[in-house]
């Protein structure tokens, strides 16, 4: 009597078919999500959320040391003759320019 393996075996065969594909179904299934959580995981480091959810507990003190500003700049004065002398005519020029435009307006 010969033994014809595919004959005997093949309800066997069918579930260890149904078995491999269930199984491979699964490895694939259990890999994707796991790449998808490295994924989510190297997001939210390139984010910079997973250093914020690590400094959560600490308390951070920010006391700012106030100070108080003493301006020392003061505005020169002219010292020079003819400083002096521009300015004066300066203003001169800028009186006559006034008084024309009243003369103008009126």
């Known amino acids: 009597m010969k033994l014809d393996l595919n004959k005997?075996?093949?309800?066997?065969?069918?579930?260890l078919n149904n078995?491999?594909?269930w199984a491979v179904?699964?490895?694939?299934r259990f890999l994707t999500l796991f790449m998808l959580m490295i994924l989510f995981?190297?997001?939210?480091?390139?984010?910079g959320i997973i250093s914020e959810l690590k400094n959560i507990g600490t308390t951070r003190s920010s006391t700012i040391n106030s100070k108080d500003i003493v301006?020392?700049?003061?505005?020169?004065?002219?010292t020079h003759?003819?400083?002096?002398?521009?300015?004066?005519?300066l203003q001169k020029l800028i009186n006559n320019k006034?008084?024309?435009?009243?003369?103008?307006?009126?």
Do not use: G, Y
Request: charged share 25%; aromatic share 6%; glycine share 0%.
């Open 25 to 28: 179904a699964i490895t694939i």
């Open 81 to 89: 003759t003819s400083d002096i002398k521009n300015i004066s005519d």
């Open 41 to 47: 995981v190297l997001f939210l480091k390139w984010t």
């Open 98 to 106: 006034i008084k024309n435009r009243r003369k103008e307006v009126m």
């Open 8 to 15: 005997e075996m093949s309800n066997w065969l069918v579930v």
């Open 71 to 78: 301006h020392e700049s003061k505005p020169s004065t002219p």
């Open 19 to 21: 078995n491999a594909k």
